[in-house]
């Protein structure tokens, strides 16, 4: 009914108020927390900053943010119901709505502490795969309980050969559940200069925000409500972070930030229908995982830290290199190498040193191709430059979202 259709979202002035409230109170936490992430040795050294390894950044501020996100998403969930309150409407109180945020809430959390036990413990990749396909299974069983859709729509020009629809069944839920572990890696491995974990974030956030509002009036508007349900807060708590991780940062965002992030979007999307709007708004990432896989599962040596090298004579940042011996390479590190090289993807360059052959490559990032592409730059420009890329993306998206859909799916 007409009623149910309005829940997923507070009217919007209580909306702004709450969500102004939110940022003005992560704007004066933040720097007013720093000595206790100092006092508990939650700091890391600016990596890219002549002074950088004598000063101390506080590291997973995102906690900060991330706290007051949940506690704002929670405080207005009363809200968000209270017209079910009365003993009239009790009766008509839609619990399938409470119980998709419920779940929403706990993958949220679930990854806010991931991230958190990553800052401080620095886990293996197992736990970084394994946690967050958890964490998403509540996801997924809501998911299923709820509407069950795995058909998919085929293309104009594939429907002679597969028919109009097909059934993906199992495997759209493998498919959501991988979808919530990509995004939460995603934007932690784009990463290690500053402003840029939560200035993609925000980008892709506001993307997302805009195309929900589009989307509102529709049909299915309900779920694009449930989304800015979350976005608004999510987006009023990063932006003071993004104040203060911008150049020269004076905090460091952590995993926390970047692990919550990811299934904030991973979560909007899968419960609204819009994952694979989602992954248009995630073509940076995707295009960046695809360039680590190499180093990711150690077919090239993969340093600790991939993140651009600074040259303090000029004080800018250059393509950092992975060196390592030519025999230390396996078959696929060979073969990967080689079709880089061919495309022109990659720096690569061999030489002898005691007799023996090394090879030199730049670590496989989407900011070290940027670099290798552009020349080095100043740090502040490199972000400013994959942000815009992030944004074309995004415009690009909406693109491939509406004029290119009608011509793939027709209507
Ligand atoms: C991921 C990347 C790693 C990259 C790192 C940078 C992969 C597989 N891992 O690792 O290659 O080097 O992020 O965040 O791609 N730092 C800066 N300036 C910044 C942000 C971070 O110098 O603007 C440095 C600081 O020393 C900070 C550290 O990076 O303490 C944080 O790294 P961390 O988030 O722990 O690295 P990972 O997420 O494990
Ligand atoms: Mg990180």
Redesign the pocket.
Known sequence: GKLSLGVMLPSLAIMGVACALGALITFYLLPSLTPMFIHAQLF?????KVQ?RQIR?P?SMGVITGCVFLVLTIVLIPVSFSDYFSLAHKAAFPHAELVKVLAALLSIACMLLLGFA??VL?LRWRHKLLLPSLASLPLLMVYYVLFDGTVIVVPVILRPLLGANIDLGLLYYLYMGLLAVFCTNAI??L???????VGQSIVMAASILVFNVGEMDGSLGHYHRFSMYFLLPYLATSLPLLFY?WYP?SM?V??TF?YYSGMTLAVVAILGHFSKTLLLFFMPQIFNFLY?VP??FHMVP?P????PAFNAETDRVQMSLSVFKQQDLRFWGRWILYVFRMARVIHYREFVKEEEVWVECN?M?LINLVLRICGPMHEQTLTIVLLVFQVFCSVLAFFIRYPLAYLFYGE
């Open positions: 890391g050294h600016d990596l890219s950088g950044t590291e990553d800052d620095d932690n491995i990463a290690g200069i500053n402003g840029l974990e991780n940062a460091f952590g995993d970047c680590s180093q990711l993969c600790r830290h991939r993140l670590n990032t």
